[in-house]
């Protein structure tokens, strides 16, 4: 039989347990984490930009002739040991094996690349070969702007201790050459002469009592780079951001990779430990910090150079071209071709209009020159009689106009009297101002040329130019004919040529 006492008792110790460890697991459960005294905490958000993170360049050099301007390096043995990563442009120091200087205190630029292991640079080398033990160097420098936020306030006296990885086993963590190494870890940065003037630290959060003349340690063979940056006159409280710059223009040098154990593409990855301290130097707040330096990307293309010259003609029965508007009697051109048609009404103006457009990339741009084979002659005759330049109707041409009073091929006048015969041109631009002369030029209404004559030796002339590339710039090239009564009957024709050139 059950012992209905011993029972109860039994269950009433049960309920009693159960509510003593439900209580204790609520309070566990709710109880706020305390820091043990000496223990720190991690930034958030912390982290380490560089304005420039391309590894340096440090080969050997296999031969460099004197008086040469090709530099042949050695391909075993360095950081690096191809032309891979160097690239046009580099400005590059051709240093001695001590890293005393450069040859001839003089810096080179990369012109191009060879091969994998031979470049061209301008200037050429003096009198004076390289040595077999001698660098080829092309520095990168870089700003580093340390962020982070407080986990913990930073008191009257305390400081920010930055470690900036600049270990070199040479002891020269301060020559401005970048440093190399077989590993990570006995390798890095090489100050490059940064001072406390290259060194400022901002505040978010709290007031920027920092002092401005950041304390270095300068770092050697066995020890990194420091900085102290001390809290001058009150704390920085806790959530506040704070924000270090370090370095300037070519001060802090990126390191060369490593030389054992680097794969081209893969980043060689570098420790940067930031801390806060309190007045006693007793740690608060840290972070290590990774940044990765690794090689730049030659992105290259060769553009192919262009030039497009389009003539085309002009049929439309209305619209303004130099001043002049066409109807149903204008005479449509073609791009081959200006159809005068049959002469009937003399002393009196024809013109026609054809379209020029230029596109090309030429960093120096293009000039369209015009000229005409000879005047216009009967049957296609030479018009030389009495001169190439003066012959008329009287030798059975049509002469080049003189305009109102007197052009040329290399100057224009007006040209509005019917009683001044003969062929010219004028120019209007559509888009663009590349037109040589234009028709309204001088307040004039129809301001002429003649065209260059070879027949006559005349120098051709730009009808269009510019001095940089252009995209479809376009102007009319406007013909004008005036006949005389007493012109011979007959065919009349000359050959007008244009020659675009592009200056790349």
Request: net charge negative; glycine share 8%; with cysteine.
């Given at each position: 039989m059950y012992d209905i006492n011993s029972m109860v008792k039994k269950t009433r110790k049960l309920i009693l347990c159960l509510f003593i460890f439900?209580?204790?697991?609520?309070?566990?459960?709710?109880?706020?984490?305390?820091?043990?005294?000496?223990?720190?905490?991690?930034?958030t958000n912390a982290s380490d930009t560089l304005s420039n993170a391309r590894l340096s360049y440090r080969a050997g050099v296999n031969t460099?002739?004197?008086?040469?301007?090709?530099?042949?390096?050695?391909t075993s043995g360095h950081a690096d040991n191809d032309t891979n990563h160097l690239f046009p442009k580099d400005v590059v120091c051709f240093a001695g094996g001590n890293l005393d200087g450069c040859y001839s205190q003089s810096l080179y630029t990369v012109a191009n690349i060879i091969d994998t292991d031979d470049f061209n640079f301008t200037p050429a080398l003096g009198g004076t070969a390289l040595d077999a033990n001698d660098y080829v160097i092309a520095s990168q420098s870089a700003i580093h702007t340390v962020a982070f936020t407080l986990a913990s306030a930073v008191p009257l006296d305390g400081d920010i201790l930055i470690t900036i990885p600049t270990v070199d086993i040479t002891g020269k963590t301060n020559d401005s050459f970048p440093d190399t190494n077989s590993s990570i870890a006995t390798n890095g940065f090489d100050r490059g002469g940064v001072v406390a003037a290259d060194v400022s630290t901002s505040s978010s959060g709290c007031t920027n009592n920092w002092n401005s003349t950041e304390t270095f340690t300068n770092g050697d063979a066995s020890n990194d780079m420091t900085i102290r940056i001390d809290r001058n006159t009150d704390s920085c409280a806790?959530?506040?951001?704070?924000?270090?710059?370090?370095?300037?223009?070519?001060?802090?040098?990126?390191?060369?990779?490593?030389?054992?154990?680097?794969?081209?593409?893969?980043?060689?990855?570098?420790?940067?430990?930031?801390?806060?301290?309190?007045?006693?130097?007793?740690?608060?707040?840290?972070?290590?910090?990774?940044?990765?330096v690794i090689e730049g990307v030659l992105v290259s293309a060769t553009v192919q150079e262009t030039l497009t010259?389009?003539?085309?003609?002009?049929?439309?029965?209305?619209?303004?071209?130099?001043?002049?508007?066409?109807?149903?009697?204008?005479?449509?051109?073609?791009a081959t071709s200006v159809p005068w048609g049959t002469i009937t009404t003399f002393a009196a103006f024809r013109n026609a209009v054809q379209t020029v457009t230029v596109s090309t990339n030429a960093d120096a741009g293009y000039s369209v020159k015009a000229e005409e084979n000879d005047q216009m002659g009967k049957d296609g005759k030479t018009c030389n009689s009495p001169t190439a330049d003066t012959a008329d109707e009287t030798d059975s041409c049509i002469q080049d106009t003189t305009c109102n009073?007197?052009?040329?091929?290399?100057?224009?006048?007006?040209?509005?009297?019917?009683?001044?015969?003969?062929?010219?041109?004028?120019?209007?631009?559509?888009?663009?101002?590349?037109?040589?002369?234009?028709?309204?030029?001088?307040?004039?209404?129809?301001?002429?040329?003649?065209?260059?004559?070879?027949?006559?030796?005349?120098?051709?002339?730009?009808?269009?130019?510019?001095?940089?590339?252009?995209?479809?710039?376009?102007?009319?090239?406007?013909?004008?004919l005036n006949v005389s009564a007493t012109q011979p009957a007959g065919y009349y024709y000359n050959k007008v040529q244009m020659t675009a050139t592009a200056t790349f």
């Amino acid at each position: 039989m059950y012992d209905i006492n011993s029972m109860v008792k039994k269950t009433r110790k049960l309920i009693l347990c159960l509510f003593i460890f439900g209580q204790m697991g609520f309070f566990y459960f709710f109880k706020l984490p305390t820091l043990i005294p000496g223990e720190t905490a991690n930034f958030t958000n912390a982290s380490d930009t560089l304005s420039n993170a391309r590894l340096s360049y440090r080969a050997g050099v296999n031969t460099g002739a004197a008086s040469s301007s090709t530099v042949k390096i050695d391909t075993s043995g360095h950081a690096d040991n191809d032309t891979n990563h160097l690239f046009p442009k580099d400005v590059v120091c051709f240093a001695g094996g001590n890293l005393d200087g450069c040859y001839s205190q003089s810096l080179y630029t990369v012109a191009n690349i060879i091969d994998t292991d031979d470049f061209n640079f301008t200037p050429a080398l003096g009198g004076t070969a390289l040595d077999a033990n001698d660098y080829v160097i092309a520095s990168q420098s870089a700003i580093h702007t340390v962020a982070f936020t407080l986990a913990s306030a930073v008191p009257l006296d305390g400081d920010i201790l930055i470690t900036i990885p600049t270990v070199d086993i040479t002891g020269k963590t301060n020559d401005s050459f970048p440093d190399t190494n077989s590993s990570i870890a006995t390798n890095g940065f090489d100050r490059g002469g940064v001072v406390a003037a290259d060194v400022s630290t901002s505040s978010s959060g709290c007031t920027n009592n920092w002092n401005s003349t950041e304390t270095f340690t300068n770092g050697d063979a066995s020890n990194d780079m420091t900085i102290r940056i001390d809290r001058n006159t009150d704390s920085c409280a806790a959530g506040a951001t704070i924000t270090v710059t370090v370095g300037s223009t070519n001060k802090l040098i990126n390191p060369a990779p490593i030389s054992t154990g680097h794969t081209q593409g893969n980043a060689d990855v570098y420790t940067i430990n930031v801390k806060t301290r309190d007045g006693s130097d007793q740690t608060l707040d840290q972070s290590n910090i990774k940044v990765a330096v690794i090689e730049g990307v030659l992105v290259s293309a060769t553009v192919q150079e262009t030039l497009t010259v389009t003539v085309a003609g002009v049929s439309a029965d209305s619209g303004s071209y130099c001043g002049v508007t066409r109807d149903a009697s204008s005479p449509d051109s073609t791009a081959t071709s200006v159809p005068w048609g049959t002469i009937t009404t003399f002393a009196a103006f024809r013109n026609a209009v054809q379209t020029v457009t230029v596109s090309t990339n030429a960093d120096a741009g293009y000039s369209v020159k015009a000229e005409e084979n000879d005047q216009m002659g009967k049957d296609g005759k030479t018009c030389n009689s009495p001169t190439a330049d003066t012959a008329d109707e009287t030798d059975s041409c049509i002469q080049d106009t003189t305009c109102n009073t007197l052009c040329s091929e290399s100057s224009s006048d007006e040209w509005t009297t019917t009683t001044k015969y003969g062929l010219g041109f004028s120019m209007a631009n559509v888009s663009g101002t590349d037109a040589s002369f234009l028709y309204n030029e001088s307040a004039r209404t129809f301001s002429s040329r003649q065209f260059a004559d070879q027949q006559a030796s005349n120098t051709k002339q730009n009808i269009m130019a510019n001095g940089g590339p252009v995209a479809a710039s376009q102007a009319y090239l406007c013909y004008r004919l005036n006949v005389s009564a007493t012109q011979p009957a007959g065919y009349y024709y000359n050959k007008v040529q244009m020659t675009a050139t592009a200056t790349f």
